[in-house]
């Protein structure tokens, strides 16, 4: 059983800063990519960001300069890092990986979520 837990949530002022980590645990052959989405209330979930297992990363334009994504591959854990917050970063943030639980199967994974607000 495979399992992503997020952690590092909480509430900021604007302006601040948070890191957002994702442990995954459980039998792991190897993780592909990993993603970071999140849900504000009353709208759609969305992409953050992502990155594949060889580094690349790709984000959405309204963080693009502010959140970095990264990986540590010996530790099945993902981070955001997310600087110079903004009250419309407010949401429900969710890790999400493709992990390989063998070598012919894989499926994607997503985190309980961890909540985040920015007070102005």
């Known amino acids: 059983q495979v399992q992503l837990v997020e952690s590092g949530g909480g509430l900021v002022q604007a302006g601040g800063s948070l890191r957002l980590s994702c442990a995954a645990s459980?039998?792991?052959?190897?993780?592909?990519?990993m993603g970071w989405y999140r849900q504000a209330p009353g709208k759609q979930r969305e992409l953050v960001a992502t990155?594949?297992?060889?580094?690349?990363?790709d984000y959405a334009d309204s963080v693009k300069g502010r959140f970095t994504i990264s990986r540590d591959n010996a530790k099945n854990t993902g981070y955001l890092q997310m600087n110079v917050l903004k009250p419309e970063d407010t949401a429900v943030y969710y890790c999400?990986?493709?992990?390989?639980?063998?070598?012919?199967?894989?499926?994607?994974?997503w985190g309980q979520g961890t909540q985040v607000t920015v007070s102005s």
């Open positions: 459980g039998i792991i052959f190897s993780i592909n990519a």
């Open positions: 999400n990986a493709a992990i390989y639980t063998s070598v012919f199967r894989k499926r994607d994974y």
């Open positions: 990155i594949t297992s060889g580094g690349d990363t």
